[in-house]
């Protein structure tokens, strides 16, 4: 999953990155207000990490702003206010939840998978697609209940499609969400060819035919 860590306590801003990677997920900072609406105008994220008080605007302008764009990620406020109607106002904007600091690192990483639960593996920690699960806890996938062995980048690319089933997905959005915001100014996209196609063989192969390429735009998931 990629998250957006928009926190200018850059002690507190780095040691959720590094917690937050041990689980293999993707993460980007921004260190200030201008950053963090710039990353969130250009780039989709699966959850953000956002603090009330940025050095240059408020968390809560970028959670309305987030809101307007009907974007589809989770939102955990973090802050070092406590007053309940800094919660009450975070949670009435939308966001899903609302930290106070200082906090454990294992509390908001329990934030984030009931998020992750929620919004993105209907409530539970397998996610099913056809003959297809994906058990998110061990990142372990299975076809027929026969595990079938992915790389890092082939089980998140695998997920990346079936919480995005139907949707066409470019090589530039695949690329994004796999390799980080700073892949728009590779050169070109041969790589994301690559791990596509090693995943749709090693899914054609025991049966799972459901990666479809929508020529000229990308690639989609979907039942024939």
């Given at each position: 999953m990629k998250f957006l860590i928009a926190e200018d306590e850059i002690e507190l801003q780095q040691a959720i990155v590094k917690y937050l990677q041990r689980d293999n997920h993707l993460c980007e900072v921004a260190s200030d207000y201008r950053q963090a609406s710039e990353k969130l105008d250009i780039y989709e994220y699966d959850i953000v990490i956002l603090d009330i008080n940025l050095v240059s605007g408020s968390g809560l302008d970028l959670l309305k702003k987030l809101k307007k764009q009907d974007k589809d990620c989770g939102v955990i406020i973090i802050s070092a206010n406590s007053a309940l109607d800094d919660k009450l106002k975070g949670l009435d904007l939308g966001a899903d939840d609302y930290l106070t600091k200082p906090f454990h690192l294992a509390e908001l990483n329990s934030r984030v998978k009931?998020?992750?639960?929620?919004?993105?593996?209907?409530?539970?920690?397998?996610?099913?697609?056809?003959?297809?699960?994906?058990?998110?806890?061990?990142?372990?996938?299975?076809?027929?209940?026969?595990?079938?062995?992915?790389?890092?980048?082939?089980?998140?690319?695998?997920?990346?499609?079936?919480?995005?089933?139907?949707?066409?997905?470019?090589?530039?959005?695949?690329?994004?969400?796999?390799?980080?915001?700073?892949?728009?100014?590779?050169?070109?996209?041969?790589?994301?060819?690559?791990?596509?196609?090693?995943?749709?063989?090693?899914?054609?192969?025991?049966?799972?035919?459901?990666?479809?390429?929508?020529?000229?735009?990308?690639?989609?998931?979907?039942?024939?």
């Open positions: 009931a998020i992750l639960r929620r919004g993105k593996f209907g409530g539970s920690n397998s996610v099913t697609f056809r003959e297809i699960r994906l058990e998110t806890a061990s990142r372990t996938a299975y076809v027929n209940e026969c595990p079938i062995g992915l790389t890092k980048r082939e089980y998140d690319l695998l997920l990346f499609f079936i919480t995005n089933q139907n949707r066409v997905l470019s090589k530039s959005i695949i690329a994004e969400h796999l390799w980080g915001d700073d892949s728009d100014m590779l050169d070109n996209f041969d790589f994301v060819y690559v791990h596509v196609n090693n995943l749709r063989k090693k899914l054609t192969k025991v049966g799972a035919k459901y990666l479809q390429t929508a020529y000229g735009t990308g690639y989609k998931f979907m039942e024939d």
